[in-house]
Nanobody, 123 residues
Framework: QVLLEESGGGLVQAGDSLTLSCAASGGILSRYIMGWFRQAPGKEREFVAAINWYAYNSNYEDSVRGRFTISRDNAKNMVYLQMNSLKPEDTAVYTC????????????????WGQGTQVTVVF
């Protein structure tokens, strides 16, 4: 199994930046599509960003495109989500996920999930 652990969340002011980290263990990171998702209380979990095996392609949800950047360092088994120009609407628990096949990219089907890290953005 692949274990994922997020960190870097916190309380920030609107317009601030924050970088989330996801540490993977128990697997070779380059074998997985990696994604970030978020979920606010009472709302459905939504896709945020994804990055393919060697970072040749990235994809973003429309509301974060241009503000968020997903990256990966396979040698360090780390995935990051750099978040700029944060808005209160970005407040959610952010979770990283690993998908073993291209279905993660095409259908958001991921096999492994972290526990999440809270991001709170205030006015």
């Amino acid at each position: 199994q692949v274990l994922l652990e997020e960190s870097g969340g916190g309380l920030v002011q609107a317009g601030d930046s924050l970088t989330l980290s996801c540490a993977a263990s128990g697997g070779i990171l380059s074998r997985y599509i990696m994604g970030w998702f978020r979920q606010a209380p009472g709302k459905e979990r939504e896709f945020v960003a994804a990055i393919n095996w060697y970072a040749y392609n990235s994809n973003y949800e429309d509301s974060v495109r241009g503000r968020f950047t997903i990256s990966r360092d396979n040698a360090k088994n780390m995935v990051y989500l750099q978040m700029n120009s944060l808005k209160p609407e970005d407040t959610a628990v952010y979770t990283c996920a690993a998908g073993a096949s291209a279905r993660a990219w095409s259908t958001n089907e991921y096999e492994h999930w972290g526990q999440g890290t809270q991001v709170t953005v205030v006015f």
